[in-house]
């Protein structure tokens, strides 16, 4: 059974910092990428199709972000914690969004998984999300 469980949200002011965790727990894949993504309130119905990719992470320790954050924001893993972690610097107003965690188990690159929008319903594991608000 894979869990994957948020935390680290909170409020903070513009140019302000946040780190985001999520422990995963039950994945055993040996090739796997996995990713933050976010949504905004407007899009909850949406539900997954609504979020977007914020950042990725590979089992080959490559990263991609979106072109928002880059600069910005850090992805990192901790594999002796089964941690996966969103450092997030100077945090702007439009960063404000439900954070959500995700795990895709095959061999695709943080690359390719932030390429498009039609990947993100591959990441077939997701946590409860951490709500981020900056204002």
């Known amino acids: 059974h894979v869990q994957l469980v948020e935390s680290g949200g909170g409020s903070v002011q513009p140019g302000g910092t946040l780190r985001l965790s999520c422990e995963f727990s039950?994945?055993?894949?040996?090739?796997?990428?996995l990713g933050w993504f976010r949504q905004d309130p407007g899009k909850e119905r949406e539900g997954v199709a609504g979020?977007?990719?914020?950042?990725?992470?590979?089992?080959?320790?490559?990263?991609s972000y979106a072109d928002s954050v880059k600069g910005r924001f850090t992805i990192s893993q901790d594999n002796a914690k089964n941690t996966l972690y969103l450092q997030m610097n100077s945090l702007k107003p439009e960063d404000t969004a439900m954070y959500y965690c995700a795990a895709l188990s095959g061999d695709i690159s943080a690359i390719q998984a932030l390429a498009a929008q039609s990947m993100i319903p591959l990441f077939g594991y997701w946590g409860q999300g951490t709500q981020v608000t900056v204002s």
């Open positions: 039950g994945f055993t894949a040996s090739k796997y990428c």
């Open positions: 979020r977007e990719g914020v950042a990725a992470i590979d089992s080959d320790g490559g990263t």
